[in-house]
């Protein structure tokens, strides 16, 4: 047992209990036992000396600015006191172990060991590729093959045209002949005609396959020394994989019923390979740590610490929850045995007020969507605008809802009580006519007054439903704003979307590239808050029958 890590509180606890359960790790309010210890860490890395890593938070540091995200487990020893564990996600400055924090699960970078041995054998692989690939005989024989081609293919041409004119004269001969000789003569002449035209396309066709050939006698050089590279990164693949497996089979992870399992069993129970860097995350050091040690765990936090990065949002000092897409099936094996928290995502909102109808008529409806509140049914929650709307106008056709706002997000929203009024106002949003003001309190003051951002953006494959901007794959994202107030360090915004991109909004005014003001309450991309304030406040379009104007304008709550 190795208790080395347990770290004593500075700052007095005395008065604050531990929590009933532990904390459910994908959504939570950090109990204050995990804030002090969160503190305590923070002050550790602004006074450190150990080590040096480049948060981006001093000027004239040099190296690769990389910003992190750092975990406190508060724990109880066997003796009854209660301290806690401090890990870091991935490396930092360059190595898995520090004092003063948990070590991995399993150290990949130990100098004799198999992961860095693969590692040279594969690097070794790889030169080998390189200097082949850039090698005289492989790109001689590329050239060589697309010469080759450029000449049998401007020969070919040459003969083909030559075989047209001698075509075009045998018919002018033929012509003339009919014109001139007996019948006798010019059937005879006619048939020598024939011949030299069957003789032109055979020996046509021969020189074709003959300059082929040369095509082909190239490509076979190439392909010779194409199979070889393929070859060899065929053989670089298999030692890859061959790390990878070992790797993943090294992760051995506990839980709090002492039962262990590797990262493919636990990724494979559901139908998943690993990703890469899974296992090296705060959350699974810390726990992993803890059972290891037969420390209790009580509750967890993590933060970031220092320099968001480009494509993501994250915010110097925040607390952030557990990254879904390596962590989920990783901590849902290790929180085995201890009583959390439950998903306060799965769980139904309490939601007792009646949803407001602002405007109805035989053909749709206008209603004000409450914060927190889904518009159409979740995969664990029915209850939403659409179940609703369904149970008030039963007799309505068609799919009633004719656009959404994100369930955090209240406002205005558009109901369509038969199909063809549901056609009409959709058809209205995908051609851009309908105008849309967004009103928002920002958690920053802003400098200037008006402007556009233009962020692509896309989903979070291993975090969802967190979004990424990504030039690259993103979808096309624009929202146009105009400040109202400023007040408090806030800043109260109305936001015009071009575009309807999932949490665009909340991305566009959290990202460092866009406003880099989250939006007060945004718990994925901001501080949770008792609600988030961003509300559809403004909605102008054209009624689905008579083609009116319709304008429909109700303020928020916030």
């Known amino acids: ?108 970078l130990t100098k004799d060991g198999f992961f860095n041995a693969g590692m040279r054998d594969l690097n070794a692989k790889t ?32 003969r ?21 000789l007996p019948t006798d003569e010019f059937n005879e002449f006619n048939t020598q005609l024939v011949r030299e035209s069957l003789q032109a396309k055979y020996e046509f066709a021969e020189f074709v396959k003959s300059e082929k050939s040369k095509i082909d006698q190239a490509k076979h050089s190439l392909k010779i020394l194409e199979d070889r590279l393929v070859a060899l990164k065929r053989e670089r693949k298999a030692t890859s994989g061959k790390i990878q497996q070992q790797l993943f089979e090294s992760y051995q992870f506990l839980n709090a019923q002492s039962e262990q399992k590797n990262l493919l069993d636990i990724f494979s129970e559901e139908g998943k390979q690993p990703p890469s860097g899974a296992g090296e995350c705060a959350a699974p050091k810390l726990l ?18 220092g320099s968001s990065p480009a494509s993501e949002i994250r915010k110097h000092g925040f607390f952030y929850p557990a990254c879904r897409g390596k962590c989920e099936p990783i901590l ?60 008030k106008y039963p007799s309505a056709e068609g799919p009633l809802i004719v656009h959404r706002l994100d369930m955090a997000t209240s406002g205005i929203l558009l109901i369509a009580k038969t199909k063809e009024a549901h056609k009409q106002l959709q058809k209205q949003f995908i ?51 105009e400040v109202v107030e400023i007040k408090n360090g806030q800043t109260r915004i109305h936001f015009y979307p071009l575009t309807g991109r999932t949490h665009q909004l909340r991305m566009h005014a959290a990202h460092k590239m866009g ?31 008579s083609r009116r104007p319709m304008v429909f304008q109700i303020e928020p709550d916030f």
């Open 1 to 108: 047992m190795n208790t080395d890590n347990f770290i004593r509180f500075k700052s007095s606890i005395e008065g604050i209990l531990p929590p009933e359960k532990f904390t459910f790790p994908f959504y939570y309010d950090p109990h204050p036992l995990s804030v002090i210890a969160a503190q305590e860490l923070q002050e550790y890395l602004k006074t450190q000396k150990d080590w040096e890593h480049n948060f981006g938070l001093e000027e004239g540091q040099t190296g690769l600015i990389i910003g992190k995200m750092f975990g406190v487990l508060v724990v109880e020893n066997q003796q009854g006191e209660i301290g806690y564990l401090c890990a870091f996600s991935g490396k930092l400055a360059d190595s898995n172990e520090h004092a003063h924090f948990v070590p991995p699960v399993f150290d990949m």
């Open 332 to 391: 849902g094996h290790m929180l085995k045995g201890l009583d959390v928290d439950p998903n306060p995502i799965i769980a139904p909102p309490k939601l007792n007020k009646e949803i407001e109808i602002i405007y109805e008529d035989d053909q749709m409806a206008v209603i004000n969507k409450p914060h927190d509140f889904l518009s159409v049914p979740g995969k664990t929650i029915e209850d939403c605008v659409h179940k609703r709307m369904k149970e």
């Open 288 to 305: 992993h740590y803890a059972y290891l040690n037969k420390l209790k765990p009580l509750c967890m936090a993590e933060f970031w610490w």
């Open 431 to 481: 051609e851009k006519s309908v105008k849309k003001r967004y009103v928002a309190l920002l958690d920053g003051e802003l400098k200037g007054k008006s402007g556009m951002i233009d962020l692509p953006l896309r989903i979070d494959l291993d975090d969802r439903p967190r979004q990424l901007v990504c030039y690259e794959y993103g979808k096309s994202a624009q929202t146009k704003y």
């Open 160 to 180: 083909r045209l030559a075989k047209v004119e001698a075509k075009r004269l045998r018919k002018i001969r033929r012509i003339e002949a009919q014109e001139t």
């Open 515 to 545: 406003l880099n003001a989250p939006i007060i309450g945004d718990d994925l991309y901001g501080k949770k808050a008792n609600r988030l304030c961003l509300h559809a406040e403004r909605i102008e379009f054209a009624h689905p029958k």
């Open 127 to 158: 030169d080998i590729i390189n200097t082949f690939e850039a090698s005289d005989e492989l790109n001689e024989a590329r050239a060589l093959l697309l010469s080759i081609t450029k000449e049998v293919e401007n020969s070919i041409e040459e």
